[in-house]
């Protein structure tokens, strides 16, 4: 893992404008991912993952939606400047994305290996039949079985799991160097949900490629990635390494989060949850935006906006009265 | 499964739809009050012809015995004699079927080939101009009656301008083009006669227009609501963040997908048309099969009426064929399930 930045967003702003108001998606994010490095993006459904990837993509339907400010820094390039041509020739080739429904996700009329050629002679410039030969040999890392006969196939006739690998091999076919990937397994069973993680591990760490992972699984960021970036209501609350913040978790919302995470060697009657709802997008609360479900909140929380405050080593947390330990 | 299965399975299905097509005609010509051998001896033989008529015809006979007689006759391809004019139902049809098929046709063709651009196009920039104008076109399509719009075409530039022929097929002046299909459009280009190519062209326009103009409508917007459905799956999504151009999203990923509901409705337009365009070809004089219905209807031509619906029926069964085998070609789940 090296030390240089691959990605850098600053102060993100993507807003939607319905007709029941503007739905500020992402208030103000910031992220690093350092080259080769897997970090981890997590938080509740609708605090702004997505939203986020596909930001960084430029991939937010618009209308509704916009990205109203910030940067997106990717290899020194700012993303947000690009025209739309430049933005094509990045997607596909130096960032890729994988979605949560593998059975959705490809294109049901087109043979799998179609849908992969069509991919690597767009980036890569390369005739049919070598397109053909890199997607056999993409298949194979993703120990597909019987790649060939996976090539003539179309996606209804493959599993969900076949499928994610498709996905994966399609992503990482143009030698990404940095891949985001949208809760790649939640749609899949238990079973197969480690293997794809693993799957996909050992080959970012092959390319010494980046990722993005979006979960809401904690389980899965403790077991793959290297850093986290802890989401709420639009905004990063936290982000360090894996070991610091598993360790000492800075961010009520975030030592809330871990407590959620059934303990089988305690055998509480209830599971824990975090009282209240995650906050209406139009109207966020003011201040901290987690200040209404928070024990320790004060007046101080509701009405000024907490900014990053260092707790350790790349261990940044927005918060009034950090966790100690 | 590969195609020829899958054609054959759809062949051998409209075996029974069409052994009930046969039976239901069968039932209609005996529910309905009238008695053939009357109608076709006239009204004032005497009853000893009538009785030697019935004979003759078999109407005495058991009904069983006689649905098994027609399906005799039916399947020697004998549709009976029309009680109008006394000629063969299968003449009569198989003049006036390449009339309607011509017609049917080429209002089709340009249903299509001004649909789906116009789709892509009112899907692809949803709520700016050409979306509003199509709309109100659509809705002007869909709600005006054709009779109105044939009238009205007739009148301005027939009667008028004087820019396109009236009623008919073809010119009186102008002798049919020689050949064998009855396809005017055909026939004149097989025997490089131009004359007779140019003028039923341009008799053609003012019904092709008129009957294509509701169709027209419908598929326009049918085709932008699928564009639109097909345009926010998750596939799409995919070939974006593949950095496919959006040319190949919308005419590769997304078109195909979104003419399935497309083929449907021109299967069925074709159907429909063939035998369903009375208003149309009434106005225009055109000599097709819904025409011949009307009059055959209005003169109680059973054997006539009886010859239409079978084969407006096996066109219909033939168009959905059609239709299947389109499926088939664009969607793979439809041809391997």
New interface residues.
């Given amino acids: 893992m090296g030390e240089k930045l691959l990605l850098q967003v600053e102060d993100l702003h993507t807003y939607f404008y319905t007709l029941q108001g503007v739905i500020k998606a992402i208030d103000g994010v910031n992220l690093c991912v350092r080259e080769g490095e897997i970090l981890g993006l997590v938080g509740e459904s609708g605090c702004g993952k997505s939203v986020t990837a596909l930001s960084i993509?430029g991939?937010v339907p618009s209308p509704p939606g916009r990205v109203e400010g910030g940067r997106i820094l990717f290899e020194g390039e700012d993303l947000l400047a690009k025209t739309p041509a430049e933005m094509?020739?990045?997607?596909?080739?130096r960032i890729?994305?994988i979605?949560q429904?593998p059975m959705?996700?490809?294109?049901?009329?087109?043979r799998i290996g179609d849908q992969m050629i069509?991919?690597i002679k767009?980036?890569k410039k390369v005739s049919t039949g070598s397109a053909r030969i890199q997607a056999l040999e993409m298949l194979h890392e993703v120990r597909m079985p019987d790649p060939e006969a996976v090539l003539a196939k179309?996606p209804?006739?493959l599993s969900g799991g076949m499928l994610q690998r498709v996905?994966i091999a399609?992503a990482l076919s143009c030698e990404p160097s940095l891949l985001l990937a949208d809760e790649p397994t939640t749609a899949l069973d238990v079973t197969v949900q480690a293997q794809i993680l693993n799957l996909m591990k050992d080959l970012i760490r092959k390319r010494n490629a980046a990722v993005l992972l979006i979960t809401h699984a904690l389980g899965v960021v403790a077991q793959t990635c290297d850093a986290v970036s802890v989401m709420y209501a639009g905004t990063v609350v936290e982000s360090g390494s894996v070991e610091s913040i598993f360790r000492s978790p800075a961010h009520p919302y975030t030592r809330g989060l871990m407590e959620c995470i059934p303990d089988p060697s305690r055998k509480s009657d209830k599971l824990k949850i975090i009282p209240g709802t995650v906050p209406d997008p139009v109207n966020p609360p003011p201040g901290c935006r987690f200040h209404p479900r928070c024990y320790k909140a004060t007046a101080t929380c509701s009405q000024i906006r907490p900014d990053p405050v260092r707790v350790g080593p790349g261990h940044v947390v927005c918060c009034h009265y950090p966790e100690e330990g | 499964m590969n195609m020829v299965t899958f054609v054959s399975r759809r062949l051998v299905a409209m075996v029974p739809v069409l052994l009930g097509v046969t039976i239901l005609t069968f039932l209609l010509s005996h529910v309905i009050p009238g008695d053939p051998a009357r109608l076709l001896v006239g009204q004032k033989a005497s009853d000893e012809v009538v009785k030697r008529m019935r004979e003759e015809l078999g109407l005495n006979d058991p009904l069983h015995i006689q649905y098994w007689n027609y399906l005799k006759q039916l399947l020697r391809g004998d549709l009976g004699t029309s009680i109008r004019n006394r000629r063969p139902v299968v003449q009569d049809l198989a003049e006036r079927f390449p009339a309607s098929f011509e017609l049917t046709f080429v209002s089709l063709f340009i249903c299509v080939i001004i649909a789906i651009p116009l789709g892509i196009l009112t899907a692809v920039r949803r709520n700016h101009v050409v979306d509003h104008v199509t709309r109100v076109l659509a809705l002007l399509g869909v709600s005006t009656p054709v009779f109105w719009w044939g009238l009205l075409l007739l009148l301005i530039f027939y009667f008028r301008l004087g820019w396109l022929p009236g009623p008919g097929r073809i010119d009186l002046a102008v002798p049919p083009p020689a050949g064998r299909t009855g396809l005017y459009i055909l026939d004149s280009l097989l025997s490089r006669d131009w004359r007779a190519l140019g003028s039923s062209l341009r008799h053609l326009v003012l019904p092709a227009f008129c009957l294509s103009y509701v169709y027209l409508a419908i598929m326009t917007r049918m085709i932008r609501s699928s564009m639109l459905d097909v345009l926010n799956l998750d596939y799409i999504r995919t070939a974006r963040a593949n950095g496919l151009p959006e040319r190949a999203i919308i005419f590769r990923h997304a078109l195909r997908n979104a003419l399935v509901p497309t083929v449907t409705i021109v299967g069925l337009s074709f159907g429909e048309l063939i035998g369903g365009a009375i208003l149309t070809e009434t106005i225009f004089a055109w000599p097709g099969l819904g025409s011949y219905m009307v009059d055959s209807v209005l003169f109680l031509d059973f054997p006539a009426i009886m010859g239409c619906t079978i084969l407006v029926c096996l066109i219909y069964m033939t168009a959905n064929l059609v239709v299947d085998i389109a499926y088939g070609f664009l969607d793979p789940r439809i041809r391997w399930g």
């Fill in positions: 993509l991939l094509r020739s990045i997607r596909g080739s890729a994305m979605f429904e959705s996700s490809l294109n049901p009329v087109f069509e991919v767009l980036h179309y209804f006739q996905m399609i």
